[in-house]
C-alpha cells in the first residue's frame, strides 16, 4: 500500500478482501448485485458482524424480509444479531414499502408503523445515537422498485448516498438483479464500488461466481472467482481460477 492510498475496511469476506488488495477504501459505498439466493442478505450479515468483531458499530436497514428473520437465520452460522445489538453495537430499522395510488410508496416501519420522517432521516439518527461506522442496506431495490421515473430514482439514490458519506459511514448496499449488457443502472454508477453475484449452469454444474466490476481509489482483482456458501459462511477462493 502507499502513501497515497486510502485506509482500508474489511468486508469480513478473506477472499473478497485479497481481491480487494486488503479491503474496501474507508467511506465507501459498496454496492453488491445479484439475482435470488446468492448471498447477498448473508454477505450483508457477515460485513456487519466483521465489523462488530472489531467494536465498530453498524446501522443496518432491513427491507421486505425482516430483522426477525434474518436474526434467525444468522444463528445458522453462529452469528448473535440479537447479542450485538443489546451490547450497543447495532441498531437496526426494519421496514417494508406500502405502494398507494399515484406512485406513492410509504415506508413502514414493523414496529412502530408508518414512518415520521423519511428513511435518510431514520439512517441519521441511529447513526449518531451509537456512533456508527457503517450502514448496510439490503435491498435497495424495494425503495426503487415503484419508481418508474428515471429522474427521481436518480435523485432518491443520489440523497441517500449522499447522506450516507455526510454521515462519514462505510456502506453495503444490495440490489437485486443481475445487469445485462446496455442495461443502465443508476445505483452502480453512483457507488464507489460494485460486486456482481452470480450463478452460471455448464454440463448440469452449478458454479458460482464473484466479480469486482468497479472499486474508485484503487487497484483490484477484476478476475471472476468462485465463491460458496457454507455453514462458515460466504467464502471466496480468490486464489483459484473459474472452471466452469
Ligand atoms: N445455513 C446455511 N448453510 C449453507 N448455505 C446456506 C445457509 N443458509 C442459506 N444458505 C445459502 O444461501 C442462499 C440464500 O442466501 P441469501 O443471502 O438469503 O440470498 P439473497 O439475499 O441473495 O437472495 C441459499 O440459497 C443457500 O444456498
Ligand atoms: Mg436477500
Redesign the pocket.
Known amino acids: 500500500m502507499t502513501e497515497n492510498e486510502p485506509p482500508r475496511i474489511s468486508t469480513g469476506v478473506t477472499g473478497l478482501d485479497e481481491m480487494l488488495g486488503g479491503g474496501m477504501p474507508d467511506n465507501s459505498i459498496l454496492l453488491v448485485c ?12 457477515q460485513y456487519m458482524m466483521a465489523a462488530t468483531d472489531r467494536r465498530e458499530p453498524c446501522v443496518y436497514v432491513s427491507l421486505e ?1 425482516s430483522m426477525k428473520k434474518k436474526i434467525k ?1 444468522a444463528l ?2 453462529g452469528w448473535d444479531v440479537s447479542q450485538v445489538c443489546e451490547k450497543g453495537l447495532v441498531e437496526y430499522l426494519d421496514l417494508f414499502m406500502v405502494p398507494h395510488s399515484q406512485g406513492v410508496v410509504e415506508p413502514v416501519d414493523r414496529v412502530r408503523g408508518k414512518l415520521q420522517f423519511s428513511i435518510d432521516h431514520e439512517i441519521e439518527m441511529l447513526v449518531k445515537k451509537i456512533n456508527a461506522k457503517h450502514i448496510i442496506l ?2 435497495l431495490t424495494s425503495i426503487l422498485v415503484h419508481e418508474q421515473r428515471s429522474g427521481k430514482k436518480r435523485f432518491l439514490i443520489g440523497k441517500l448516498f449522499e447522506s450516507i458519506r455526510n454521515l462519514g459511514c462505510s456502506a453495503v448496499i ?1 440490489t ?1 438483479g443481475m445487469p445485462k449488457e446496455n442495461d443502465f443502472y443508476m445505483e452502480m454508477f453512483l457507488a464507489d464500488g460494485v460486486v456482481l ?1 452470480g450463478k452460471d449452469i455448464k454440463d448440469y454444474k452449478l458454479t458460482k461466481t464473484i466479480r469486482i466490476d468497479k472499486m474508485r481509489g484503487i487497484d483490484f482483482d477484476d478476475q471472476p472467482r468462485r465463491y460458496a ?3 462458515r459462511g460466504f467464502q471466496v477462493f480468490s486464489k483459484e481460477p473459474v472452471l466452469i
Open positions: 445479484g439475482g435470488s439466493g446468492v448471498g447477498k442478505t448473508i454477505f450483508t450479515l424480509e437465520n445458522a452460522f439490503d435491498p444490495t437485486e453475484l456458501i457454507t455453514s
